[in-house]
């Protein structure tokens, strides 16, 4: 269809998520994306775009890939769907749920799964409730978030979430959660001393669970210290509070390992995923749980588990992820996600040399950021009217880069988080682009800045 056409009636019919509707209806859609392949994705106007946040951090084998195009056919030639409802199974479901115990922190060997993350995140709060209730510990039903983290928009994972704008839809969704400080700008020992004065202030009687974003990906790739993880599961345990961790980002080897909670040599009670497990080629997500959960689930739970999702164990979904697996192991994109991660951070490292607005940069495996601040010597943020980093993002996609920006709480955050595809000679690529641009905006900047 022809281009006016489509933008006239995705004004009229389409309703975007987490967008303005106002710039929608002002500007209509931001491009129409029409091709990918590689790194790269085609608009309807042609243009060629490096895909550098592998769309919304999960395209991790990169777009066009026709092997998981073929496990999609093959499975739907079988057996496109039925339900795993009421002890119903099927061959793909059975064999991922097997595939991911393997590649799973030791000790988490039990799959439930979902369509996303959100849902794989409500999965895990409520399992958390369920596996308190049937030990006779219905009180302990209080979940703790981390401020700036991003958990997903259904009804406990929109409550997880710690970035308020969340809420402002309908308010908080679910009652009994609350928040802690996260380490960023806080480091280790103040951020758990929030957790800790949470934690006791609610009565550690009454709390489930704990949980958090390995390195948190929406609010601006925060990474924690190396100890602060070890911390929170010390904390966990002294207080008998179950550690969910949610790698629906940091799964499948965006930080250079398969699980982004094995950078800091801790096993999590829960696991949610999402995102990487299909590589976005198909729905998919779920929650793997510890063998001690798994053990009172099957001890205690009588009666049928009531939660489930009509595609939860979806054959065609399975069969996907098993394939984008084989070919992260085949093709060892996991390590490539390690070497390249290195890459990309020197690049960022230079940015400093010669651009005065270049504050922390920072990146784990393929998984970055780079901070834009008014003085990083005082690490000054810029005021909010500047709109330093939407402008970068804006002269990226103009140099054909698509990236995103983290505004909340007056940061300037670009983000990277590009396929685990991706080469040497692409990264340099993406980030001389990124020089240029943050360069373009420094000039524009030149008169207001002192
Ligand atoms: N958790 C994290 C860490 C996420 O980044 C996201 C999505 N960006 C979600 C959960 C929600 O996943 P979904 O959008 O698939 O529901």
Known sequence: MELEKLIELDKKHFIHPTSSIQQQQANGPKAIIKKGEGIYLTDKNDNVYIDAMSSLW???????????????????????????FSTFSNEPAILLAEKISSIAPKGLNA???????????????????????????????????????????????TSATGIPEFWSMAGKMMVDIYHADNPYGNGTVKAIQSLRSVIESEGPETV????????????????????????????????????????????FGRTGKWFGIENYGVTPDVISFAKGVS????????????????????????????????????????AVGLKNIEILEEEELVENSRAMGEVML??????????????????????????????????????RDLQVAPKVIEALHQRGVICRAVTYEDTDIICFSPPLIINKKQIETMTEKLHDAIKEVRNGLSATLK
């Open 58 to 84: 999960n395209v991790n084998v990169g777009h066009g890939r026709e092997e998981l195009v073929e496990a999609a056919a093959e499975q739907m030639k079988k057996l496109a769907f039925s339900s795993t």
């Open 111 to 157: 799959v439930f799964f979902t369509s996303g993350g959100s849902e794989s995140n409500d999965t895990a709060i409520k399992l958390a409730r369920h596996y308190w209730r049937i030990q006779d510990k219905p009180e302990k039903r209080k979940i703790i978030g981390l401020n700036r983290a991003y958990h997903g928009v259904a009804a406990a994972s």
């Open 208 to 251: 489930a669970a704990f949980i958090a974003e390995p390195i948190q990906g929406a609010g601006g790739v925060l990474i924690p210290p190396k100890d602060y993880f070890q911390e929170v599961r010390n904390l966990c345990d002294d207080y008998g509070i179950l550690f969910i961790a949610d790698e629906v980002i940091t799964g």
């Open 279 to 318: 590589s976005g080629y198909i729905q998919l997500g779920g929650v793997i749980v510890s063998d001690q959960i798994h053990d009172v689930l099957k001890d205690k739970s009588s009666g049928t588990l009531f939660h489930g999702y009509t595609y939860s164990g979806h054959p065609t979904a399975a």
């Open 346 to 383: 020197e690049g960022f490292n230079k940015l400093k040399e010669d651009l005065d607005i270049v504050g922390d940069v920072r990146a784990i495996g393929l998984l970055g950021a780079v901070e834009l601040v008014e003085d990083p010597a005082l690490n000054k943020r810029f005021s």
